[in-house]
């Protein structure tokens, strides 16, 4: 089976150029290209002995497990362009720049499903973001920040219409959906926090649920630990209920396309979706947050990591500048250690910048991918 017939049409981006091939049923022959940003690193841990599970992970010189940690980022089709210029959603609910971002931790284990050759664990965590589903625009100017704009004609059911056929078509896709909306909640911006929110209300859908976290007011000043505020404001139980997607395969089907060959162990049960303004900055910050959380709790879960960890907190309360000015430091709470955990020991080998969500993996795609 071709990789084209089983893909995403949201993501295919010569999907024009391969549809002739497809009517004629020359699957295999395709090909699929997506716009956006692929990572893989090897990450080597120690392996704990908590592990509730059989089959334990294989294991090297030292008793550590290597594994790879993937990143893939792909950039919606429709409605797709530059920073400025392409803004909200149009009439079908299509919104501008959205983005489908998927780590994943491959485990390998001995026995399992593969008996003597081995398998595979694959743990997946989704999570998306997009514009806001509303009809504005930031026309580019030599203003450092350009005024919003928000589309007056037809009032406020011009918006909730298309909004909620964004909503309506990440519910169907996903399942259950945070919407985490960091804007600010003053001037231009808390218009289109104040709007969004109402196309929230409007589909009265239990399955979406919106937090709105002022960013830039919570972590003035570089108080990067309040992004704590954000988990708690989410709900612990509400976003670990989510949960992640994990899959066992044998060593030697990790080149098939046959699904059925798979055990699903469990599925991932809904997204978190983050918007800024612009989708990147603090968009990055707040997705490689939950992300490094969502791992943390894989790596718990098979043994790789302590079920108590140790996180270094302020050591003094106060301390002097260079100034003479004393300045006082915050000792974390647990659910501010929680948001920073640092990765194991052994873990330093792998490129930092993997658990980021980077810029570089939303701005307007500098690489082009070939999904086989």
């Not at 995403?8 to 090909?31: K, L, T």
């Not at 334990?56 to 792909?74: E, K, Q």
């Not at 959603?89 to 720049?97: M, T, Y």
């Not at 203003?143 to 909620?164: L, R």
Request: include cysteine; proline fraction near 4%.
């Amino acid at each position: 089976m071709g990789a084209l017939r089983r893909f995403d049409s949201r993501f295919c981006w010569n999907g024009s150029m391969v549809r002739d091939m497809c009517v004629a049923e020359a699957h295999a022959f395709c090909a699929v290209v997506i716009n956006g940003f692929a990572s893989f690193s090897p990450l080597r841990l120690p392996l704990h002995t908590h592990s509730p599970l059989s089959g334990p992970p294989v294991c090297v010189g030292g008793g550590d497990v290597v594994c790879t940690l993937a990143l893939i980022s792909r950039r919606d089709v429709r409605r797709a362009g530059t920073r400025f210029c392409t803004r909200g959603c149009d009439a079908e609910g299509s919104c501008a720049n959205y983005i489908e971002t998927e780590q994943i931790l491959l485990i390998p284990r001995a026995g399992g499903v593969g008996g003597v050759g081995g398998s595979v664990i694959a743990c997946s965590y989704l999570q998306t973001r997009g514009s806001m589903p509303l009809f504005w625009k930031q026309v580019a100017s030599l203003k450092y920040t350009p005024p919003f704009e928000i589309k007056k004609e037809g009032g406020e059911e011009t918006h909730t219409q298309a909004g909620g056929k964004h909503l309506d078509e990440i519910v169907k896709c996903y399942g259950d959906n945070i919407l985490v909306n960091l804007v600010d909640k003053k001037g231009g911006q808390k218009r289109l926090g104040d709007m969004f929110t109402k196309v929230v209300e409007a589909k009265n859908d239990k399955r979406l649920t919106l937090v709105w976290f002022d960013f830039h007011h919570e972590c003035r000043k570089m108080q990067w630990h309040k992004l704590a505020g954000l988990i708690e404001e989410i709900g612990v139980r509400k976003l670990d209920g989510l949960g992640w997607c994990e899959i066992e395969y044998a060593q030697s089907d990790r080149h098939t396309t046959d699904v059925n060959t798979y055990k699903v162990i469990r599925r991932q049960q809904g997204v978190v979706r983050t918007n800024c303004v612009d989708c990147l900055d603090r968009t990055n910050v707040v997705q490689s947050v939950i992300g490094r959380r969502a791992l943390h709790t894989q790596l718990r879960v098979w043994g790789m990591a302590p079920l108590k960890e140790k996180v270094p907190t302020a050591s003094t309360t106060t301390r002097t500048r260079s100034d003479g000015k004393k300045q006082t430091q915050k000792t974390l709470t647990p659910h501010e250690k929680e948001c920073f955990l640092p990765l194991p020991p052994h873990s330093r080998e792998i490129n930092t910048h993997t658990l980021t969500q980077n810029s570089d993996a939303q701005k307007s795609a500098s690489h082009t991918h070939t999904h086989t």
